[in-house]
T-cell receptor, first 113, second 111 residues
Framework: GEDVEQSLFLSVREGDSSVINCTYT??????LYWYKQEPGAGLQLLTY?????DMKQDQRLTVLLNKKDKHLSLRIADTQTGDSAIYFC?????????????FGTGTRLTIIP | EAGVTQFPSHSVIEKGQTVTLRCDPI?????LYWYRRVMGKEIKFLLH????????ESGMPNNRFLAERTGGTYSTLKVQPAELEDSGVYFC?????????FGPGTRLTVL
């Protein structure tokens, strides 16, 4: 069955790097995603990675995928107060828009001034 | 372009009552999804519409939940009768081909 796990909380000092981890169980996952939820808002897609990739970088965001260990991480460089949010890891077995997403519990990122 | 909207933003009802949640997807998006997050837990898939048809309703918890999408535009999710364990945040998402765009959610509290 599908299962995605994350730590519930992470606190990081402003300016440091944040690393949010996620493990999944379904080896047939095709796409893996990171979503951000700010207070009172919906889920915003931050980035995604295809399962045949090891790494993807987009400005301050770096996604690492270890397919052997079924481990996904999101690194946020130079963490700012605006990065405070809940971050959800998710997987799907198909392309966007045509398949349900399986989410983790979400990691609440708190920035310490 | 307007995003996905959901109504109401909050709903507080008593056990046994009925509640109807509404989702307006982005105009032209054929795919519409309902998800639910129970407090502190993962966001779980409920069902997926393609236009007015239910493509996948494997996540619907039981027959107290009824989702409709008449005309293939907006969707409603009715809970009747509501139970305590139905409390949570209900998210709607829509997509055309790629990214799923999420609404802000409806927070349902059943007392």
């Amino acid at each position: 069955g599908e299962d995605v796990e994350q730590s519930l909380f992470l606190s990081v000092r402003e300016g440091d790097s944040s690393v949010i981890n996620c493990t999944y169980t379904d080896s047939s996952s095709t796409y893996l995603y990171w979503y951000k939820q700010e207070p009172g808002a919906g889920l915003q897609l931050l980035t995604y990675i295809f399962s045949n990739m090891d790494m993807k970088q987009d400005q301050r965001l770096t996604v690492l995928l270890n397919k052997k260990d079924k481990h996904l991480s999101l690194r946020i460089a130079d963490t700012q107060t605006g990065d405070s949010a809940i971050y959800f890891c998710a997987e799907s077995m198909s392309d966007f828009g045509n398949e349900k997403l399986t989410f983790g519990t979400g990691t609440r990122l708190t920035i310490i001034p | 372009e307007a995003g996905v909207t959901q109504f109401p933003s909050h709903s507080v009802i008593e056990k046994g009552q009925t509640v109807t949640l509404r989702c307006d997807p982005i105009s032209g998006h054929d795919n519409l999804y309902w998800y639910r997050r129970v407090m502190g837990k993962e966001i779980k898939f409920l069902l997926h519409f393609v236009k007015e048809s239910k493509q996948d309703e494997s996540g619907m918890p039981n027959n107290r939940f009824l989702a409709e999408r008449t005309g293939g535009t907006y969707s409603t999710l009715k809970v009747q009768p509501a139970e305590l364990e139905d409390s949570g945040v209900y998210f709607c998402a829509s997509s055309l081909h790629n990214e799923q765009f999420f609404g802000p959610g409806t927070r349902l509290t059943v007392l």
